[in-house]
C-alpha cells in the first residue's frame, strides 16, 4: 500500500472518531437533561458512563492525528485537516467534562423539593443538541455555510441562560430557602452556556479545514 493510501486510511480512521465522539457527547447530553427533567438518577449515571469514553476516543484521536503529521508530513487541507481534528476532539471532550457537571449537580437537584418547571434548561439543551446535529452534517458535507449557521444559534442559548440567570436571582432574594437549588440550577444552565462556546469553537474549524482561514463565529 502506498504512503498516500496509508494517509487516507488513517484520516478516514480520524474522522470516524470524531465522529464517534460527536454521537457520544449528543447522547449523553439527552440523556443528562432526560435525567433532571424526569427526576430520574438513573439517566444521569448513564449520561456519565457514556461521557468517559470520550476521553479514551480522544485519545485515540491524537494518536492517530500525531502519527500522521511525522509520518506523512502533510501540508494544505490535509495539514489543516489533521490539526483541526485535534482541536475538535479536545472541544468535544470538553462537552463531555461539562456534561458530567450537569449529572453531578443535577443528581443533587432531584433530591431536593422542585423548585419550578423546568422549561429553558431543556429549550437550552435542545439548542445544543440541534449544534451538535448540524456541525456534524457540516463536517460530512464539507460545508462552511451550515457550520456558520449553527454558531448563530450560539445567540439563543446565551439569552436563555441570562433569562434564568434573572428569573432564579428573583427567587433567590424571595425566598433564601432556595438559594442552594437556585444557584445548582444556574451552574447547569451556564454548564450549557458553555457547551454552546465549544460547538461554536467546532465550527470555526470547520470552516478552517476549508477555507483555509479561522473565521471568529463567536460576535
Not at 489543516?80 to 476532539?89: D, E, G, K, N, Q
Not at 451556564?190 to 470552516?207: P, Y
Request: aromatic fraction near 4%; include cysteine; proline fraction near 3%.
Amino acid at each position: 500500500m502506498s504512503s498516500r493510501q496509508d494517509f487516507d486510511k488513517n484520516i478516514e480512521r480520524l474522522q470516524k472518531e470524531i465522529l464517534k465522539m460527536a454521537y457520544l457527547v449528543e447522547n449523553s447530553l439527552k440523556n443528562s437533561i432526560k435525567g433532571l427533567v424526569e427526576r430520574n438518577e438513573g439517566y444521569l449515571k448513564e449520561a456519565i458512563a457514556g461521557e468517559e469514553l470520550t476521553d479514551n476516543i480522544q485519545q485515540e484521536i491524537e494518536d492517530i492525528g500525531v502519527s500522521n503529521i511525522a509520518l506523512q508530513q502533510p501540508v494544505g487541507r490535509d495539514l489543516r485537516l489533521i490539526i483541526s481534528s485535534l482541536f475538535i476532539a479536545n472541544d468535544f471532550e470538553r462537552i463531555g467534562d461539562l456534561i458530567r457537571n450537569i449529572c453531578k449537580a443535577s443528581i443533587d437537584i432531584i433530591k431536593l423539593p422542585p423548585l419550578k418547571p423546568f422549561i429553558d434548561i431543556p429549550r437550552m439543551a435542545e439548542i445544543c443538541i440541534e449544534m451538535i446535529d448540524e456541525i456534524i452534517k457540516a463536517m460530512l458535507q464539507k460545508e462552511t455555510s451550515i457550520a456558520i449557521t449553527t454558531a448563530q444559534k450560539d445567540d439563543i442559548i446565551d439569552k436563555l441562560n441570562n433569562k434564568i440567570w434573572r428569573e432564579l436571582l428573583t427567587y433567590m432574594m424571595e425566598d433564601p430557602q432556595k438559594i442552594e437549588q437556585a444557584n445548582k440550577i444556574i451552574f447547569v444552565a451556564k454548564q450549557l452556556e458553555r457547551i454552546g462556546d465549544h460547538i461554536t469553537n467546532i465550527a470555526e474549524r470547520v470552516c478552517y479545514i476549508e477555507e483555509g482561514k479561522i473565521l471568529d463565529l463567536n460576535e
